[in-house]
């Protein structure tokens, strides 16, 4: 095996903090370090706006809660129950879930609610 390239880094007190608490999940300095620079080096170009949205879509996906949807579909899925006869079950059910949201949504803080509504173009 060839010799690994050794390099110095300082850290400032916080970046310090972090690495000894990833530290404890058990991987080395180095490994934390690699892992740390190949994620930065796929991701650099991403604005940091882009980075939330990333950030929210794994949030909503994650929990395995969520799917994503394009609107044309929804709204060709509406204007189905619109015309079935079953609408009014539609309805119930819609509703259920809108107070599922509402409950999910309320532990919240109201910027939260916004971005991830904005990351499902809801807002435009």
């Known amino acids: 095996m060839k010799n690994p390239i050794r390099t110095t880094v300082a850290f ?17 300095q180095s490994k934390i370090v690699r892992r740390a620079l190949k994620l930065y080096y796929t991701f650099k170009d991403l604005e940091s706006h882009e980075i939330e949205k990333l950030r929210t879509y ?16 929804l ?3 509406l204007r189905l129950i619109e015309t079935h006869p ?6 119930k059910v ?5 107070k599922n949201h509402a409950e999910e949504f309320r532990k919240m803080e109201v910027n939260r ?9 809801f807002l435009g």
Not at 94 to 98: D, L, V, Y
Request: charged share 40%; with cysteine; net charge negative.
């Open 86 to 91: 079953e609408k009014e079950e539609f309805w």
């Open 75 to 77: 709204v060709s899925f």
């Open 94 to 98: 819609h509703k259920e879930i809108a």
């Open 113 to 121: 609610i916004l971005k991830r509504l904005e990351t499902c173009n």
């Open 12 to 28: 400032d007190e916080e970046t310090a903090k972090i690495l000894e608490e990833l530290r404890d999940s058990g991987l080395s």
């Open 58 to 73: 794994f949030e909503m996906l994650a929990e395995g809660e969520h799917v994503i949807l394009d609107l044309d579909h």
